[in-house]
């Protein structure tokens, strides 16, 4: 379900974040399904329970996930994906750095578009698969 690069630049406890939210999107866990219990997905990633812990705090700050005491932690029933103005602020500077190593590379505007399309049209297929 969730794949974790330890080479990355980006922090466990964050590819943790961007996991479970890929795997929503694309519907692979939906709105009320219950997550690994902290011991069992840092069993599972091989990591820390410390690293799951900081990510599974921040998905409930996100209201993303929510834990039930006794129960386990779930997937938000009401959960929709929303804009937070400090995220796309973040989310702006990211696409900017992409776009910058993108040129870099040799990339032109249109092979940018073309990988972007590629990953909507990957995340886009859970919706038409339900529809």
């Given at each position: 379900m969730i794949k974790i690069?330890?080479?990355?630049?980006t922090p466990i406890y964050e590819?943790?974040?961007?996991?479970?939210?890929?795997?929503?999107?694309k519907g692979l866990i939906n709105p009320g399904e219950?997550?690994?219990?902290?011991r069992e997905m840092a069993s599972?990633?091989?990591?820390?329970?410390n690293t799951v812990s900081?990510?599974?705090g921040e998905l409930e700050?996100?209201?993303v996930i929510e834990t039930l005491r006794g129960k386990g932690t779930f997937i938000?029933?009401?959960?929709?994906?929303?804009?937070q103005e400090d995220r796309m602020?973040?989310?702006?500077?990211?696409?900017?750095?992409?776009?910058?190593?993108a040129k870099y590379m040799g990339l032109t505007k249109e092979d940018i578009l073309r990988i972007m399309d590629a990953f909507y049209k990957e995340l886009d297929n859970k919706e038409d698969s339900e529809g």
């Open positions: 690069d330890a080479r990355s630049s590819q943790i974040i961007i996991g479970v939210k890929e795997a929503i999107l219950k997550l690994p219990s902290v599972m990633l091989m990591t820390n329970p900081k990510a599974y700050r996100l209201k938000s029933s009401d959960y929709k994906p929303h804009i602020e973040s989310l702006k500077e990211s696409l900017k750095n992409i776009v910058l190593e």
